[in-house]
C-alpha cells in the first residue's frame, strides 16, 4: 500500500480532520495523481451529512480535481510522469455493458465506482477521494488537461461543469438557439459560460434582481426575476432548453410554461422526487429530462472546448487546510461560484 495525506471525516463531529491514508499499489493500468487542487461540491455536504449515520465508514470526499501525475503502471500508455491531467467523480465502470460501449461511461448498467464513497471493481474497498495528497485511479479514467487551462480554475469543470455540458451537447445547442439557465451558483454559472461559447441566447432566470449584473457579466443576454409574473409571462414558450440548476426542491411548472414547443426542461439541481402536471408537458409538446456527470468521450470534449474558449470557473482558491471553513459558508451559500482547495499545504 501507498500512503498520503488528507482530510477523513470525523462522524462524532461531522468535520474533517487531517489524517494518513492508505492508497493502493499501482495496477498495470493504473497511474498516480499529486493532486494539486480539489474542487468542493455541494455533493460533498450531502455525503458529510449522511456520514454521521455511518461513523464507522471511513469518508474522504472530493470528486473534482487537477494534479500531476507522478507514476504510471506498465500498461499506462500516453500518460507518463509529469503530465497534468484532471479527474472527476467517476473511476472505473465494467466497461461491456451498452451504456458504457456507448462511452456513457456515467450511465453503467453495474453503476459507476465513484471517486469516493464507492466499491473498487476488484478488491472491494471504499474508494476515497481527492481531497488528499494523491490519488491513484485506472488511466482511462483521468484526462489530459489542455495547455493554458488554470488548474485551480478547471478542477469544478470536472463535475459542475460536465454535468451542464452534458445536456447542453445532447440537446444540440448550438448557434440560433434559445437557452434559459435558472440559478445563478456553481453550475449556473458554467452553463451560461457554456451556452453563450456555443453560441445559443441565453438569459438567466433568477430570483435575485441584484444578479442581473453578474449574469451579463458571464455572457447572458437576458435576465429574468422569478418572482416577477410579469416577467415571467414575457418569456412563456420561449426558450428550446431551459437548464434548471435550482438545489433546493421547487416547483417545475413555471419552468416547463419558458420552454418552447418541443424543448426541454433538464432538471439537474435537484435530484429528489419532482411532481409534474401533465398538461404542462402535452401543451407545446414539452419534454422534461435530467443529466448526470459525463461519460469519457463527452468529458474529454468538454475539457478541450474550455481550452478553445477560455472558459473555467469563477473560484475562491483556499488552502486545504481551510475545508471546514470552506464547506460551513457552502452550505450558507457564501461563495462566488465555486471553492477550491490548494492541496500542497499537505506536504
Given amino acids: 500500500m501507498r500512503t498520503t495525506t488528507g482530510w477523513r471525516a470525523d462522524g462524532a463531529t461531522r468535520t474533517l480532520r487531517r489524517a494518513a491514508l492508505e492508497r493502493r499499489d499501482l495496477r498495470p493500468d493504473d497511474i498516480a495523481v499529486r493532486v494539486e487542487y480539489c474542487g468542493v461540491c455541494h455533493t460533498d455536504l450531502h455525503a458529510l451529512h449522511a456520514h454521521e449515520s455511518d461513523a464507522n465508514g471511513v469518508l474522504v470526499p472530493g470528486h473534482e480535481f487537477t494534479g500531476v501525475v507522478t507514476e504510471a503502471g506498465s500498461a499506462v500508455s500516453g500518460l507518463s510522469p509529469g503530465a497534468p491531467v484532471a479527474v472527476g467523480n467517476i473511476v472505473d465502470s465494467c466497461g461491456t455493458c451498452r451504456m458504457c460501449r456507448a462511452g456513457q461511461e456515467n450511465f453503467c448498467r453495474e453503476f459507476p465506482t465513484l471517486t469516493y464513497g464507492g466499491a473498487d471493481r476488484h478488491d472491494g474497498t471504499t474508494t476515497l477521494g481527492g481531497y488528499s495528497r494523491e490519488y491513484v485511479v485506472n488511466h482511462r479514467f483521468a484526462y489530459h488537461l489542455p495547455a493554458g487551462l488554470d488548474a485551480a480554475a478547471t478542477a469544478p469543470l470536472l463535475c459542475a461543469g460536465v454535468t451542464v455540458w452534458e445536456p447542453l451537447r445532447a440537446l444540440g445547442v448550438g ?173
Fill in 175 to 347: 448557434p440560433g438557439s434559445t437557452v434559459a439557465v435558472a440559478g445563478l451558483g456553481g453550475l449556473g454559472h458554467l452553463a451560461v459560460k457554456m451556452a453563450t461559447a456555443l453560441g445559443a441566447t441565453t438569459s438567466v432566470i433568477s430570483r435575485t434582481p441584484d444578479k442581473a449584473g453578474e449574469a451579463r457579466g458571464l455572457g447572458a443576454q437576458g435576465f429574468v426575476v422569478s418572482t416577477d409574473s410579469t416577467q415571467m409571462e414575457a418569456v412563456r414558450d420561449q426558450f428550446d432548453v431551459v437548464i434548471d440548476t435550482i438545489s433546493a426542491p421547487h416547483d417545475l411548472a413555471p419552468y416547463l410554461r419558458m420552454t418552447a414547443m418541443d424543448g426541454t426542461l433538464s432538471n439537474l439541481g435537484h435530484l429528489g422526487p419532482v411532481t409534474v402536471d401533465t398538461m404542462d408537458l402535452l401543451i407545446g409538446r414539452k419534454k422534461l429530462g435530467s443529466a448526470g456527470s459525463g461519460g469519457r468521450p463527452s468529458t474529454a470534449a468538454m475539457l478541450r472546448f474550455c481550452a478553445e474558449h477560455e472558459i473555467t470557473a469563477d473560484i475562491e482558491l483556499l488552502p486545504s487546510s481551510q475545508v471546514n471553513t470552506a464547506l460551513e459558508r457552502l452550505e450558507r451559500n457564501d461563495v462566488r461560484y465555486r471553492f477550491v482547495l490548494d492541496m500542497s499545504d499537505l506536504d
